[in-house]
């Protein structure tokens, strides 16, 4: 049974990091094409970040690309979004997911196949 399950979330003021963890198991994240995407309220679900299997490819939203990184520990079976210099409006419930076409690099929501429950940021001005 594949489980991903995002962490790391919280309150934070604008100007400040946050660091998400996305644990995962019943899958190998060095063979799967990783992302992270936020939900606002109200709103779609919108691309954040992905990244290819071997971390050859790398893809960010424009709204966060200089401020966002995804990265990988494959030894812990783990994804990570390290979020600096946060602004209100990245106020979301964060979202890890899981693409099996490990060198696709894809904003679309439709191409993962595997998804976790979410953590709450919220960024106070």
């Known amino acids: 049974q594949v489980q991903l399950e995002e962490s790391g979330g919280g309150l934070a003021q604008a100007g400040a990091s946050l660091r998400l963890s996305c644990g995962v198991a019943g899958l190998a994240v060095s063979n799967y094409a990783m992302g992270w995407f936020r939900q606002a309220p109200g709103k779609e679900r919108e691309f954040v970040a992905t990244m290819s299997r071997i971390d050859v490819l790398t893809k960010y939203a424009e709204s966060v690309k200089g401020r966002f990184t995804i990265s990988r520990d494959n030894t812990k079976n783990t994804v990570y979004l390290q979020m600096n210099t946060l602004k209100p409006e990245d106020t979301a419930v964060y979202y890890c997911?899981?693409?099996?076409?490990?060198?696709?690099?894809?904003?679309?929501?439709?191409?993962?196949?595997?998804w976790g429950q979410g953590t709450q940021v919220t960024v106070s001005s």
């Open positions: 997911a899981a693409n099996p076409r490990g060198f696709e690099v894809t904003t679309d929501t439709r191409r993962f196949e595997y």
